[in-house]
């Protein structure tokens, strides 16, 4: 296979990916990386020294591609499928920026509560977790009246705002839950839950729910 993808089944960025994947049945080689192993994370430096996952790295046109947008971009550039994640035509201002208010606002919010809890005591960030909550609840009030008229972000079609939001929303509500305070978020989170992209990346994942901080 000409695609590897370098990730972690636990990793909400992966996630993001793993559903581009799985949408278009995209055929690649999966290499599972423990960054507390140090052969297998001086491995991946030599692919990616920032060190951070996903990352793909596709051997038939020699190019390593990080970050979760870049990956799905390139996919829908390079290996398109039945779902077109970055519709052509249409409004790509604005998918790209309710991927961006996603990635941003919401996704790193959320790891920043969930990176506090794995702190030792005497190193909480108490304050920036307050900060993270508070980013949390403004995008969701942003997302709220946006996804009640739609079927997914951008209307009827899947793409890749919907790919970001899944892994975000689902980790978003274990850490702070939204579901009395955010109804029509939360049907749309069960209709990302039912999609069978995510579903597959969830059911991949339930080994590994243990190492979750709850």
Known sequence: MSLTLYYHPLSSFCWKALIALYENDTPFTAVVVNLGDPAERANFLKVWPVGKFPVVRDDARDRTVPESSIIIEYL???Y???TQLIP???HPTELRKWDRVIDLHLHLSMQKIVGDRMRPEGSKDP???DQAKALIKTALDLIEPHIASKQWMMGDAFTMADCAAA???FYADKVVPFGATHQQTTAYLERLKARPSFARVLKEAEPYFKMFPG
Do not use: Q, T
């Open 76 to 78: 829908a550039r390079h």
């Open 80 to 82: 398109p499928g039945k």
């Open 88 to 90: 052509d035509g249409g």
């Open 127 to 129: 304050f920036g977790v």
């Open 167 to 169: 892994p975000a929303l």
